[in-house]
């Protein structure tokens, strides 16, 4: 049985994800190129919603989102963009999903990249998440390493390390 063990998963920290809500809130508010303008960035558990007067607008509210997003530690993999939809009084909106846990196709280039490897660790799906199992912690750390340079669509944090 192996020993040691840590779980790679995919999830947004939500009280950093409000804080970078807030902060372009704000921003958008003091900006200049904004003022008179109705704009407004709506946040639920899955998704955030952009509403502004036209695209130019929304893309410099993204801007700003992803900046302050990727300061807090954010990574932009986690929000997939919707299409931009008119919306009332001659405004357009877009929805931001946010992405969390692993998709079971999506864990299986992962396990596969680990099993190429030939590190001695087992890695399994499991609830949203992939488990990697092993005698030795330096075996861990280089899967590890593996999984940070391997290149995914989602974004990859490491959890419960023991």
Known sequence: MADFSFDVV?????????????????????RFDFKNSKTSIENTDKAITIVTDDELKLKNV????QSKASKRGISLKAFEYGKVEPAASNTVRQ????KSGIAKDKSK????????AKLKVQAQYQDEQIRVSGKSKDDLQKAQALLKAYDTDVPLQFTNYR
């Open 62 to 65: 993204l801007d700003i989102l």
């Open 109 to 116: 280039p992962l396990i596969e990249a680990i099993k190429a």
């Open 10 to 30: 995919s999830k947004v920290d939500a009280q950093e994800l409000d804080n970078a809500l807030n902060q372009t809130r704000k921003e958008v508010e003091g």
């Open 95 to 98: 929805v931001l999903t946010i």
